[in-house]
C-alpha cells in the first residue's frame, strides 16, 4: 500500500515516487513554481506516450450568461496560437501518426496527445502550446460558433445522448451541474469573443491544472520538456488548489421530462441521488451498479431483456460529481412497452432495494470490475487518464492493485446496506423519456406511476 501524499500538500519543486514496483514501472509527482502538477507513469515496454492536460474547469464553473463557454473554448484553442495557427497544429500531429484532441466535462477540461515513445518532445509542446499560447481571434470564434452549433444539433439527434442530458438536467434540477455541457443555441449564439478570451485568462491558471503523462517515458525528461514548454508563458505564484469542494443546493422534488422525437424507439431512464466523489462508499457504489446493470448477467439484462424479451439495450450507470451523485437505469424498447418496461425497472430497483443482492451476484460484480479496471489499462492514454483524473479529483494517488483491494474488500452486506439506503430512503428522483410522444398526458400511467411512488 503506497503512502498517500496529497498534491497541495508538497513542497514546489519537490519530485516524490508515488508508486515503484518491481517490472520498473514507476510513478512519480513534482509540484512546478506556478502550481503546475505533472504526474507520471512509467510503463515499461510500451512504444507510446500520452500527454493530458487536465484543467479543473467545466461546464459547472460557468456563469448562465455564459453557458457552453468550458466547451466552446476547448474547441477555440485549436484554432491557432501564436506559433502555429490550425493547419500547423493537424500537420504536425499528423505527421508523426498521432492523436490530438480535447473534451469538456462537468468539472474539468482535458487536452491530450497520444504519439510514438520518441515523439514525446512534439506531444509536450503541442499540448502547452494550444492551451497556454491560443490567441481566441474573434474570426475563429465566429468560425467555432457554427462547428459548436452543428455539434448541438448533432447530440439532438441521437435520442440516447438527448435523454441523458435530460435525465441530467432534470434529477440536477437549477444547479450549474445541471446545465448541458455543450450549452444551449441560444447561449452559443449570443457567445462573445471577449467573454471567452475572459473565461480563458481567468480559468486556465497552474493551481487548477494538472499534467499527466504515460508510456515509455522518463520522469526527469518529462519535467524538462514541460519546463521549456513553459518557459514564453508567465507562471505566476500558487499552490496546487485542493480537490473541489462542491457547493449549491440541488433540487430534490421528483420530476418526469419528455422530449419529443420521432423515432423508432421510446427511450426511458429512471433514476435516483446517490453518493459524491469523495463518499468512501463509493467502491460499494460500483459493485451495487455492476451487479444492477453493468453485465449480461446483471438483474437488469437477464429481466428485461433476457427473461422478458422487452428491450434490446439495458444497464444501469453511475455518475460522481464533487457534492452529489446520482444512479440510473436506461432502456429502449418500442413505444407501446414503455410502460411496461419503465414498470419493470422500477420492480428491478425495488427488489434489490428490499432484498438485496446474493454472494454469488456481488462475486460476479467484483470480478467484472476488476477484469475491466486491468484490461482498460492496455493502452498509455488510459493510463494518463487514470493518474490525471485522479489527482485532479482527489490530490492522492491510489495504485491499480490498491484499487482492486477496495474493490475485494466490499462485502455482500454493505452493497445490500446501500441498495436499501439509496432506492427506500432516496427513491426515484427523476425520469426522462424520448420518443414519439407529444405530450407528457400521452405518456402511459404506469410510467406516471413510477415516478410519484
Not at 448541438?152 to 446545465?179: K, N, Q, S, W, Y
Not at 497552474?206 to 519535467?223: E, T, Y
Not at 413505444?335 to 456481488?362: C, F, I, Q, S, Y
Request: net charge negative; proline share 4%.
Amino acid at each position: 500500500m503506497v503512502r498517500q501524499i496529497s498534491g497541495h500538500e508538497q513542497a514546489v519543486g519537490r519530485t516524490r515516487t508515488l508508486e515503484s514496483a518491481d517490472d520498473g514501472s514507476l510513478v512519480k509527482r513534482t509540484v512546478l513554481p506556478g502550481g503546475l502538477r505533472v504526474i507520471t507513469e512509467r510503463v515499461p515496454g510500451s512504444r507510446s506516450a500520452t500527454v493530458g492536460l487536465w484543467v479543473g474547469i467545466g461546464s459547472r464553473d460557468e456563469h448562465p450568461s455564459v453557458a457552453g463557454a468550458a466547451h466552446y473554448l476547448e474547441h477555440l484553442l485549436f484554432k491557432g496560437t501564436g506559433r502555429r495557427d490550425a493547419r500547423q497544429i493537424a500537420e504536425e500531429i499528423d505527421a508523426v501518426g498521432g492523436e490530438f484532441n480535447a473534451f469538456t466535462a462537468k468539472e474539468h477540461t482535458c487536452y491530450y496527445a497520444q504519439v510514438l515513445d520518441e515523439d514525446l518532445p512534439l506531444a509536450v509542446d503541442l499540448v502547452s502550446d494550444v492551451v497556454f499560447g491560443a490567441v481566441c481571434a474573434d474570426a475563429d470564434v465566429e468560425t467555432e460558433r457554427s462547428v459548436v452549433l452543428e455539434e448541438i444539433a448533432m447530440r439532438d439527434d441521437d435520442p440516447e445522448d438527448l435523454l441523458h442530458e435530460a435525465f441530467v438536467g432534470t434529477i440536477l434540477g437549477d444547479h450549474p451541474l445541471g446545465r448541458p455541457v455543450l450549452g444551449t443555441e441560444q447561449s452559443i449564439t449570443g457567445m462573445r469573443p471577449s467573454a471567452l478570451r475572459s473565461f480563458y485568462r481567468r480559468q486556465y491558471t497552474l493551481p487548477r491544472m494538472v499534467l499527466s503523462v504515460a508510456g515509455n517515458i522518463d520522469h526527469v525528461q518529462v519535467l524538462r520538456l514541460v519546463r521549456a514548454a513553459l518557459k514564453p508563458f508567465p507562471a505566476g505564484s500558487g499552490t496546487p488548489m485542493p480537490p473541489r469542494v462542491g457547493r449549491g443546493r440541488i433540487r430534490s422534488k421528483s420530476a418526469l421530462t419528455l422530449h419529443t422525437d420521432d423515432s423508432e424507439q421510446a427511450h426511458v431512464m429512471l433514476g435516483l441521488r446517490a453518493l459524491a466523489r469523495h463518499d468512501e462508499r463509493r467502491f460499494t457504489l460500483s459493485v451495487l451498479n455492476a451487479a444492477l446493470g453493468g453485465g449480461m448477467s446483471s438483474r437488469l439484462f437477464q429481466e428485461v431483456r433476457e427473461r422478458r424479451g422487452l428491450a434490446y439495450q439495458v444497464y444501469s450507470s453511475v455518475a460522481s460529481y464533487a457534492e452529489t451523485g446520482h444512479l440510473s437505469v436506461y432502456a429502449g424498447c418500442q413505444p407501446e412497452r414503455l410502460g411496461e418496461v419503465a414498470g419493470v425497472l422500477r420492480e428491478v430497483l425495488d427488489e434489490v432495494g428490499e432484498n438485496g443482492l446474493t454472494d454469488a451476484e456481488v462475486a460476479r460484480a467484483k470480478g467484472q470490475l476488476r477484469g475491466g479496471l486491468v484490461l482498460g489499462l492496455e493502452d498509455t492514454a488510459s493510463r494518463m487518464s487514470r493518474i490525471g483524473k485522479n489527482e485532479l479529483n482527489y490530490s492522492r494517488y491510489l495504485g491499480v492493485n490498491d484499487t482492486i483491494a477496495r474493490i475485494d474488500a466490499v462485502r455482500t452486506d454493505e452493497v445490500c446496506l446501500l441498495a436499501k439506503d439509496l432506492v427506500r430512503r432516496v427513491g426515484i428522483s427523476a425520469a426522462a423519456v424520448v420518443g414519439p410522444y407529444a405530450h407528457s398526458e400521452d405518456l402511459p400511467d404506469d410510467l406516471h406511476e413510477v415516478i410519484a411512488s
